[in-house]
T-cell receptor
Framework: KAGVTQTPRYLIKTRGQQVTLSCSPISGHRSVSWYQQTPGQGLQFLFEYFSETQRNKGNFPGRFSGRQFSNSRSEMNVSTLELGDSALYLC??????????????FGQGTRLTVV | GQQVMQIPQYQHVQEGEDFTTYCNSSTTLSNIQWYKQRPGGHPVFLIQLVKSGEVKKQKRLTFQFGEAKKNSSLHITATQTTDVGTYFCAGPSGAGSYQLTFGKGTKLSVIP
């Protein structure tokens, strides 16, 4: 079956702009999580959605937001971009049978560069 | 908040040598997961450990979960160039949490 699909793969934006990233989970997976990966901070959790509800949110400013649609596809939005937002944004889906357990399947990521 | 520490940050080994990475959590974990990320790739799930003292093997890889469920290790026997990548451990961020907290990873280089 198809894996987790993230679009676009690469983005270059200017400071102050906003950006929307998209994630299509594996068919049947209802949990979608987003992570920011940078060389200095590693993988940092942004938020997790299940059945269109945000269940957990990481320690990121309100400029970072997300949502999930009824078909489990998810989007994340970053407004008023800053240079420090340059990172690889990874989406992961899982069956989420139990809290915090189960294999997370990651997409290829979106490489965001803010100039 | 919960912290997950991994050591070493980098490891360079000669092909055929063994490799071990260690993971320590500031809190007791209900389970621990291990992922591998190849250069330029995305994290790929390797295994999940749930029981105290659990040991699981996948070919040349051996995973252990500590008795107190606060630490874990991944040992690779006789490394190969295909083992190159960054190995991450991850655990749930607290009781009832759907959030995974990742360690910063150990980047393994294998010299042929």
């Amino acid at each position: 079956k198809a894996g987790v699909t993230q679009t676009p793969r690469y983005l270059i934006k200017t400071r102050g702009q906003q950006v929307t990233l998209s994630c299509s989970p594996i068919s049947g997976h209802r949990s979608v999580s987003w992570y920011q990966q940078t060389p200095g901070q590693g993988l940092q959790f942004l938020f997790e959605y299940f059945s269109e509800t945000q269940r957990n949110k990481g320690n990121f400013p309100g400029r970072f937001s997300g949502r999930q649609f009824s078909n489990s596809r998810s989007e994340m939005n970053v407004s008023t971009l800053e240079l420090g937002d340059s990172a690889l944004y990874l989406c992961a889906s899982s069956l989420s049978r139990d809290r915090g357990t189960g294999e997370a399947f990651f997409g290829q990521g979106t490489r965001l560069t803010v100039v | 908040g919960q912290q997950v520490m991994q050591i070493p940050q980098y490891q360079h080994v000669q092909e055929g040598e063994d490799f071990t990475t260690y993971c320590n959590s500031s809190t007791t974990l209900s389970n621990i997961q291990w992922y591998k990320q190849r250069p330029g790739g995305h994290p790929v799930f390797l295994i999940q450990l749930v029981k105290s003292g659990e040991v699981k093997k996948q070919k040349r890889l051996t995973f252990q979960f500590g008795e107190a469920k606060k630490n874990s290790s991944l040992h690779i026997t006789a490394t190969q160039t295909t083992d190159v990548g960054t190995y991450f451990c991850a655990g749930p961020s607290g009781a009832g949490s759907y959030q995974l907290t990742f360690g910063k990873g150990t980047k393994l280089s294998v010299i042929p």
